[in-house]
């Protein structure tokens, strides 16, 4: 993979490099705009990343970019969203580490209610 630059001018400039980690606008304007030619759809997505042109992308459009592009290991927008927004740098979260993470809350909260339905049955609350 290309390496990605530490800091980015502008959100276009980010999403830029996240279309280059998703194989290019060829790629990327092919999966998000089916409709089109490939050429057509290559010539959208960079008219898209222009900030010379009137083309710009929804909202919706940027999420899918940004799921996709952190699919390949590339956080550039997301990085430069939160650091515009003055949050700190993003730190992606493995499917098996919130799978992980879940299955403990439901066990913590499990036994939290086993020990309160234990309280109320002591209290007299509950036949």
Known sequence: MQQQAL?????????QDCVRALGGAKSVGN???????????RR????CLNPDRAE????DQV????????????HAAMTYLAR????????PIEPEDERSALQRQFVEQSKALQ?????????????
């Open 7 to 15: 800091f980015h001018e502008s959100l276009a400039d980010a999403l």
């Open 115 to 127: 020990q309160l339905a234990h309280r109320m049955e002591r209290s007299g609350l509950l036949p």
């Open 84 to 91: 515009e927004c003055g949050y700190a740098d993003p730190q």
């Open 63 to 74: 999420l899918w970019i940004l799921r996709e592009a952190r699919k390949v290991g590339c």
């Open 31 to 41: 999966a998000m705009r089916p409709e089109k030619t490939v050429d057509d759809a």
């Open 44 to 47: 959208w997505i960079l008219d």
């Open 56 to 59: 710009k992308f929804a909202p």
